[in-house]
């Protein structure tokens, strides 16, 4: 059954299928009495107001860690620059007002942390354990393993990692983010839960 949420998500700007939100949902209410949750990878906000929504819920907070500069795909000329996101004036992607406007039209704005940076950067002086985290940020190599190793080591036992664009098949996409779910996995840290279309679920040993 779909879940409620507070705003039309079709209309949020965003590559998160329906199925995968619903799970995210469904992961983040659960993960909220282990302690918050936090995102790598906001962009426009879909995936945070399926997140923030679940946290509304069982009163918990979402941390949403994105520098939003856009990946490499998002830039000029690349397969998926969206030109309204485009700021003319600093001739730089910016999807932060959209964020924004998104959260607040959603009346999200106080289960919601905005963290305006690198994820590595953001990650230097953390100290809140997590229940939950969703990695959905650069699909480099080097930018998932860094998304990674910065956040996966944050999560408490029985806490949750949730990986997006898991593609076994490297002809249907990137391969990074299945290179840190299967890094995961052989750290025998975690347990696989369940994969919803392109997002691996993972549990905290």
């Known amino acids: ?31 909220g009495n282990l302690g918050p949750s936090l995102e790598v990878g906001s962009y426009c906000g879909k995936s945070t107001i399926y997140l923030a929504s679940a946290c509304k819920l069982v009163d918990s907070v979402l941390f949403a860690v994105d520098h939003h500069r856009g990946s490499e795909e998002h830039q000029p000329g690349e397969e998926y620059h969206d030109p309204e996101l485009f700021d003319e004036r600093a001739q730089l992607m910016d999807s932060f007002r959209a964020f924004r406007t998104n959260i607040r039209a959603a009346q999200l704005e ?34 998932a393993m860094a998304d990674y190793r910065c956040w996966s080591r944050h999560i408490v036992p029985g806490g949750y990692l949730a990986i997006h664009d898991i593609f076994p098949d490297p002809a249907d996409g990137g391969q990074a983010p299945y290179d840190i779910y299967k890094l995961a996995l052989a750290s025998a ?3 696989p839960v369940e994969t919803v279309d392109t997002l691996g679920i993972l549990r905290r040993i």
């Open 110 to 143: 106080d289960w919601v942390v905005p963290v305006v940076a690198p994820s590595s950067v953001a990650s230097r002086c953390w100290n809140t354990p997590l229940g939950l985290v969703f990695i959905d940020g650069g699909h480099s190599l080097e930018a």
């Open 1 to 31: 059954m779909p879940v409620k949420l507070p705003i039309d998500i079709h209309a949020i700007k965003g590559f998160l299928a329906a199925h995968e939100g619903e799970a995210l949902y469904r992961l983040a209410a659960e993960a």
């Open 189 to 191: 840290q975690f347990e």
